[in-house]
């Protein structure tokens, strides 16, 4: 049931903050329309993002089935490749996203003057469909890795991350349409603190898959066992399993990746970002 629980949440944080930040494009899209007077245009941003949303889940589920069909040492390989893969995208788009919060609003509207002023209809279209696809394609990515570590249990991943994508729906509908304030510095601070955290887990994880194919050395296997104490298949532990990627008997090489990889991810999303240079830089754009 623990693990359950926290695949879930894993699931649900996936979705909600890349739900937000798509909300959050297509917000600032829709609003500038609007404010322009070319609400007839909206029609043609729409589609963009229904197209996008579509390709993600077909890109991801064609994924999932040819993942699930693989037996074996393929299946490892495969496995730990698609975690480690989730980890480098989301680790990317998050500092990506993390310094162009400044001008995105500004490189938004731009890409909208240039849209509505050419004669294609399908510019805005395409627009929107770039700057979601990009959402998209790192969501089913990440939730494919988790889904993978999940061992069984990836189901609660997809609900979870269902429900956050609704969440972030419903909050996105109130920041436009009813004038919700919300602190989206401080949200996007934890809910990305919260995945390097959880990416950390998925890094273990590829680590590990890699290590029991022969593809990497364990180094010492294991460097301590405590499952008498806190076992990594059942209660808490399971649940920080599912979390964080606990294990009660780690290899040394895959203790040394997720440690490295959680001090120093954090400490670099978490310190100020140069906004003075991000500014500086809108307003010469």
Known sequence: MESIFAWGLGGLLTGLREGVEAALIVGIIASYLVKIGRADRLG???????TAILASAAVGGIAFVALGSLQGT??????????LLAVVILTYMLFWMRKQAVTLGADLRSGVDRAVASTSVLGLSLLAFTAVIREGFETSLFLLGQTTAAAGEGLPVILGAVVGLLIA?????????????????SFFNLTGAALVVIASGLLSYGV????EVGLLPGLVTPIYDISAVLPHKEGIGQFLR?????SSTPELTTLLAQGAYLIFGLFLYVRPVRR??????????
């Open 44 to 50: 043609s941003l729409w589609f963009g993002v229904i």
């Open 74 to 83: 393929a299946e490892q390989i495969i496995a730990g490749t698609t975690s």
């Open 208 to 211: 590990h898959e890699f290590i």
């Open 169 to 185: 729906a419903g909050i996105g509908v109130l920041i436009f349409r009813a004038g919700l304030r919300l602190n989206l510095s």
């Open 276 to 285: 003075a240079a991000a500014a500086r830089t809108a307003a010469s754009a």
């Open 242 to 246: 599912a979390i964080v990627g606990y």
